[in-house]
């Protein structure tokens, strides 16, 4: 079973400091929803978020959303070999259960985000996705992997054909990618670092290689 | 090469059969344009397009999105290897220099598409996207490729390691994905027939599939 976690994710309510920007109170009145439940995005809130700590990379929920989309779709996936776990830059982590039709519109998906951060789970009874608060390091541990990799521009350069043939030779290997669009990791994570390519590439892009490559082994 | 067909995709222009329909005219308003310029999504437009032949899987700009954003942001597209084209329902083909990047936000996408679909190429000098009256074999034929692939749920199958493998000893294979959400193309595609899975897969993961299986042999 392949773990994979988006980890560092910028996927987040809306913070209190930013609350009363224009440009999150009139966001939020077009949605019909108020300011302090709506997901933090970086294409309508950019004026408010600047003035946030690592304003340039935060309101991403695009990020988390394509990878989902792709890691639920994959044949890894529909064959019972992977998990997929969120981590958010808030030390969240979000449950997915593999049989999750994760909404294919953008704004459904964001719509879903919201009620998950404010109920805790969706849909209340099957609980398809659920939030805890936990960190990265905890996630690992309680994953119990007997090898865990980071994917990191710096990391140990890797061909994914070879690195899929490693986690196929693992029971429960984790895998974490960074889910924010640029940069490093803000707390150094645990795991081996490995580089799949000599550039940067985006997050989904990584899940696919590595969901991919871990497949040819497998299947 | 690959050249990689995005084929029957459901991106179109609300058609004029349905252009007074309230949910058409409310979504434009709310939006702040003409019924015509809007793309038709399934997503808000449900009421009017059942109304259409086909009702039941038109208005999908999101397969398109989730696939340009895998394929241009792929390692095989940064090496220089992959071609991606958009061919629609209507018979236009989109052509999209490989160094586009694809607006991440799903909004901001489908404004660009209609900015496309009204200005036939964007932006106006780079012309990274163009659009053109154009058949699904009339594009094949002008790929001139050495060999053409249907991915098909009926297809022969094949393992997509060993597709990758047929595709890497091809100068210019060129592959066809259905750009809608289930069932079959409504005309019959040129090429072989090959399913990689016995079970439908999304678009969008077949895309990933056959991209970094090329890639595994090329790189």
New interface residues.
């Given amino acids: 079973m392949l773990h994979l976690v988006i980890a560092e994710a910028e996927l987040e309510l809306v913070p209190k400091a930013i609350l009363d920007h224009p440009a999150i109170v009139n966001h939020a009145r077009r949605r019909g929803k108020r300011p302090d439940e709506i997901l933090l995005d970086g ?1 309508y809130h950019h004026a408010a978020i600047k003035k946030l700590p690592d304003g340039e990379r935060r309101g ?1 929920p ?2 988390v959303h ?1 990878c989902l ?2 890691a639920l ?3 890894a996936n ?1 064959e019972g070999l992977l998990r997929v776990y969120v981590h958010t830059r808030n030390d969240e982590v979000i449950y997915i259960k593999p049989e999750t039709r994760i909404p ?5 998906f964001v719509g879903l985000m919201e009620s998950l951060f404010k109920n805790r789970a969706v849909p209340r009874d099957l609980e398809l996705l659920r939030i805890e608060e936990k960190s990265l390091e905890e996630l690992v541990e309680e994953l119990n992997p007997d090898g865990v990799f980071v994917m990191h521009e710096n990391g140990e350069p890797a ?3 070879e690195f899929g043939k490693t986690l196929s030779e693992l029971r429960e290997p984790t895998v974490i990618v960074g889910g924010f669009p640029h940069g490093d990791f803000r707390a150094e994570p645990p795991g081996k670092k490995i580089s ?2 000599n ?1 940067p ?2 997050a ?2 990584v899940v ?2 590595v969901i ?2 871990f ?2 082994w497998i ?1």
Same sequence: chains 1, 2.
């Avoid at 294919?104 to 459904?108: A, D, E, I």
């Fill in positions: 294409t991403r695009d990020i394509v989309l792709n779709e994959s044949i529909k294919r519109n953008y704004n459904r061909k994914p054909s799949l390519y550039a590439l985006m989904w892009t696919n290689e991919i490559s497949e040819h299947l």
